[in-house]
């Protein structure tokens, strides 16, 4: 399981989970408050393990009808995200902060 960068916090299962379910919305470090989000490699795998199986299974299963190629992707849907937190990385968010607020 993925690990804050700052605390090395490791992230709760859940935290992930709802992350990717959110368009990958960036995680918050129970610990220390640092933010972080998804590696563009990993919305890339992402991409690519929900993808491949349901364009394999629809094009498999074209003759069938509408219910029996439905309910293998979504089993594939499910399936991969459940293990898809294990998979992704995510990275350190760095923040640009102006404390002079404009001035110069």
């Not at 990958?24 to 129970?30: A, E, K, M, T, Y």
Request: glycine fraction near 4%; proline fraction near 5%; charged fraction near 15%.
């Amino acid at each position: 399981m993925q690990k804050c960068a700052e605390c090395n916090e490791p992230f709760k299962w859940n935290q992930l989970y709802k992350s990717l379910w959110f368009a990958f919305q960036p995680v918050r470090c129970r610990n220390c408050g640092t933010v972080h989000k998804v590696a563009s490699a990993s919305r890339l795998l992402t991409v690519l393990l929900l993808l491949m199986p349901m364009i394999y299974i629809s094009i498999i299963m074209q003759n069938l009808g509408l219910l029996e190629v439905i309910l293998p992707i979504a089993a594939v849907i499910v399936l991969v995200s459940l293990g898809l937190p294990f998979l992704l990385k995510y990275e350190k968010v760095s923040t640009n902060i102006d404390t002079n607020y404009g001035n110069r």
